[in-house]
Each structure stands twice: as C-alpha cells, then as structure tokens.
C-alpha cells in the first residue's frame, strides 16, 4: 500500500513537474516578413477547459466504476 501511495505521489510529481517546464520555455520571435503557416489555424487556447473537464469526468467514471466492480467481488 506504500508503495502505491509514494508511486502515485511521484506521478503526480513529475506530470506537474512537466508542465511547468514545457510551458516555461520561449520561442523564438518569427521573422518579420514570414508567410503564414499552411493549413487552417484552430486555437485550441479558448476552449482547453472543455478538454479539461471531459477529461476529469472519463477519469472520474472509469474510478468508480473500477471501485465498483472490486466491492461485488
């Protein structure tokens, strides 16, 4: 049980960990007269929040439904 507690924790860790560092690093600027990029443009920006909450909701439903099928055994 430990040992799934600290392996769980040290998961958490290094994912939050990730994040923090990929999201901190710079880009270069574009040069000045550069075309734009080909194919359609789509911000994912505006609506990451829905991406979030379906996310937290599958993860949420597949919990229950694991600790529900472990309590009928």
Do not use: C, R
Request: aromatic share 14%.
């Amino acid at each position: 049980m430990v040992l799934k507690l600290k392996f769980v924790l040290l998961t958490v860790i290094f994912f939050l960990y990730g994040g923090t560092y990929t999201s901190a690093q710079n880009a270069p600027p574009p040069p000045e007269n550069a075309p734009p990029p080909p194919g359609l443009q789509l911000p994912i920006d505006d609506h990451i929040w829905i991406l979030f909450t379906m996310g937290m909701g599958l993860g949420i439903y597949y919990w229950i439904k694991k600790s529900l099928s472990l309590s009928k055994t």
